[in-house]
Each structure stands twice: as C-alpha cells, then as structure tokens.
C-alpha cells in the first residue's frame, strides 16, 4: 500500500505561479495530477509515464510542468501565469505495476488551490 502526502496548496494571486508537491512511500512508475474544479468532475492535469513520456491538458500547455525526483518517489506540479479558472482540488495519482496490463493504482487526499482575481 502506497502512501501519498499531498502539499504546496493554497491561495495564489492570479498571474502567480504554484508549485505541488506528492511524496510516496514507495518507488512508483506512473504519476499523474488531477483535478476537480467547483461544480465539474476530475479531469487530468499532467501525466508521466515511467518511459518519461509526458502529456499536459489543453488548459495548462505551454504554463505548466510536472517533473518527479531520481527516486521516483515524490512528483512535482507547477503551473504559471494561474488564472481563478484553476482554482480546483488537485489530487495526485501514482501507480505501480502489478503485472502485464495491470496497475495498482493510488490517490492523494486532494489539495485546495484558490486563484484570486
């Protein structure tokens, strides 16, 4: 069972930028960001894959940029130029490989941006 420790929320102006933090217990392969914006369901923020294969969503390319450590234990977020359209919970998701086709896969408890206009 791997544990997620979610941190670097909190209220930002607009324009500013945010920097996330999720630390893992365990080595994980692949690690994304989610989020939940008031009144709209989860959608993904950024993904890497353990190929180091990266995706972004349209509404963050080009100010955003995920990035994880050498132990491929803590996965970082940083989105720039934020506007109060990115105000959301930001969930971090991990996954370990539990055979061919399978992951085991594993949530944060969430972190509340709010972007001030």
């Known amino acids: 069972q791997v544990q997620l420790v979610e941190s670097g929320g909190g209220w930002v102006q607009a324009g500013g930028s945010l920097r996330l933090s999720c630390v893992a217990s365990?080595?994980?392969?692949?690690q994304r960001w989610y989020r939940q914006r008031p009144g709209q369901e989860r959608e993904l923020v950024a993904g890497?894959?353990?190929?180091?294969?990266?995706e972004y969503a349209h509404s963050v390319k080009g100010r955003c940029s995920i990035s994880r450590d050498n132990a491929w234990k803590t996965v970082y977020l940083e989105i720039n130029n934020l506007t109060p359209e990115d105000t959301a919970v930001y969930y971090c998701?991990?996954?370990?490989?539990?055979?061919?086709?399978?992951?085991?896969?594993?949530w944060g408890q969430g972190t509340q941006v709010t972007v001030s206009s």
């Open positions: 890497m894959t353990r190929d180091q294969l990266i």
């Open positions: 365990e080595r994980t392969e692949r």
């Open positions: 998701y991990v996954a370990q490989s539990s055979g061919p086709g399978k992951w085991q896969e594993y």
